[in-house]
């Protein structure tokens, strides 16, 4: 089976720091992406990790480790626009592609 | 740009019924995936498909069932709608990967189920 936890909610102050956790675990992992959805909107594709490490991508970067089955994404220098659901999600080796319940980012001037 | 097109935005059905959602993708993509999403829940995944005819139940299929007769179409069939089937259904494609890597999803805009 497969168990993916990520907080519900979360705040913070436009220009500030945040950094979303998600813990899974799975067996057949093959990755961890991490997508944003704005409300009333389609999910969009922000990274993917595979191996160990962070990867950056402009104001966003994410991070995998995965002995600890432990990811995060960090966004730097908040904007009111990223004021969205980030979801979690793992990918396995027979393609399949699981999410949790993703976090509800609130951004505040 | 890859584009997944499903075929209604909003859709009203009666208990009983049969329906069927739609889902079209025009990049040459292997696997296709269907979704539910539901406040607090997530995306939970329903089926998917990583080749035409082939399929695999996700983690609630019931009530549930697919169809991939051709590669670009990926259709959700509600055999006999229920209330507990409102929803929004969301359908992704993306490229096969054997198994050997994973690559980008991409979603359609969804479909609001709501079944009276």
């Known amino acids: 089976g497969q168990n993916i936890d990520q907080p519900t909610e979360m705040t913070a102050t436009e220009g500030a720091i945040v950094q979303i956790n998600c813990t899974y675990q799975?067996?057949?992992?093959?990755?961890l992406f991490w997508y944003q959805q704005h409300a009333g909107e389609a999910p969009t594709f922000l990274s993917y990790?595979?191996?160990?490490g962070l990867e950056e991508k402009g104001r966003f970067s994410s991070f995998l480790s995965r002995s600890k089955g432990y990811s995060y994404l960090l966004l730097k220098e908040l904007q009111m626009k990223d004021s969205a659901s980030y979801l979690c999600?793992?990918?396995?080796?027979?393609?399949?592609?699981?999410f949790g319940t993703g976090t509800r980012l609130q951004v505040f001037p | 740009d890859v584009k997944v097109t499903q075929s209604s935005r909003y859709l009203v059905k009666r208990t009983g019924e049969k329906v069927f959602l739609e889902c079209v993708q025009d990049m040459d993509h292997e696997n296709m995936f269907w979704y539910r999403q539901d406040p607090g829940l997530g995306l939970r995944l329903i089926y998917f498909s990583y080749d035409v005819k082939m399929k695999e139940k996700g983690d609630i299929p019931e009530g549930y069932s697919v169809s991939r007769e051709k590669k670009e179409r990926f259709s959700l069939i509600l055999e006999s709608a229920s209330t507990n089937q409102t929803s929004m259904y969301l359908c992704?494609?993306?490229?096969?990967?054997?198994?050997?890597?994973?690559?980008?999803?991409?979603f359609g805009q969804g479909t609001r189920l709501t079944v009276v």
């Open positions: 799975t067996s057949g992992f093959n990755g």
């Open positions: 990790n595979v191996l160990d």
């Open positions: 992704a494609s993306q490229v096969g990967t054997g198994g050997g890597g994973n690559t980008e999803a991409f």
């Open positions: 999600a793992v990918g396995h080796n027979t393609d399949k592609l699981i």
